[in-house]
């Protein structure tokens, strides 16, 4: 098969909309959590693959807070761009909304960040290109992904020293 040139898309970012269709409701008839996260999961997969051009492997999710619930007949749109790049680790950034069609109205439901090691063949962290923020906004998301690293660091220590006998 000819392989077909893809329209300019920026590597660090990808956007997905999915259906949600009765199978994803839970017994109150909204679409179950472990549903969007597990899309979450192959979002982010697929932005930080796409951006290392490698497997990679989920290490971390932030926090997920469902801010409201997601309706069966709605479209959700998953808005996923890379934030911060270390050697190995990516931060990807996922903000999810709905659009219910018939009304037309627009809800942000989530935003929640990943973060994905790239792993060569050997199952090994390996390095992944250096990622340079230029836009005024792709600057602001790099330093709050840095200040969400520190956090997460200053977390894990103390509850490290709080859990040591
Ligand atoms: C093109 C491709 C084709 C492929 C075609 C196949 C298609 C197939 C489709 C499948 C689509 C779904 C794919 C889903 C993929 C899963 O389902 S993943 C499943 C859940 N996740 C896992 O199982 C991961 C388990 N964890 C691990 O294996 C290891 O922790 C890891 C991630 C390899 C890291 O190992 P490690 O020894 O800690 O490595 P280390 O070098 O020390 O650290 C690596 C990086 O992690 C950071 N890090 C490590 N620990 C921490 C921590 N506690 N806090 C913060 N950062 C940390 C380090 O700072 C470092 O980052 P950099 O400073 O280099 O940027």
């Known amino acids: 098969m000819p392989e077909v040139s893809q329209p300019e898309a920026p590597r660090h970012a990808l956007?997905?909309?999915?259906?949600?269709?009765?199978?994803?409701?839970?017994?109150?008839?909204?679409v179950h959590g472990g549903h969007i996260l597990k899309m979450l999961d192959e979002v982010a997969y697929a932005c930080a693959s796409k951006y290392a051009r490698q497997y990679v492997v989920t290490l971390s999710v932030d926090r997920v807070v469902f801010r409201e619930p997601i309706h069966v007949g709605e479209l959700v749109t998953f808005d996923a761009g890379i934030n911060y790049v270390g050697r190995t680790s990516m931060e990807v950034g996922i903000r999810v909304t709905t659009e219910n069609v018939a009304t037309q109205s627009?809800?942000?439901?989530?935003?929640c960040y990943?973060?994905?090691?790239?792993?060569?063949?050997?199952?090994?962290?390996?390095?992944?290109p250096p990622f340079e923020p230029v836009s005024e906004v792709?600057?602001?998301r790099w330093n709050d992904a840095l200040r969400r690293r520190r956090i997460t660091q200053d977390v894990e220590q103390a509850l490290d020293q709080s859990t040591t006998p």
Do not use: C, W
């Open 138 to 140: 792709e600057k602001r």
């Open 15 to 30: 956007s997905m909309t999915v259906l949600m269709t009765p199978q994803y409701a839970n017994f109150s008839g909204n």
């Open 114 to 128: 990943f973060t994905m090691v790239a792993l060569d063949a050997d199952r090994r962290p390996i390095a992944v």
């Open 106 to 111: 627009i809800r942000h439901t989530n935003t």
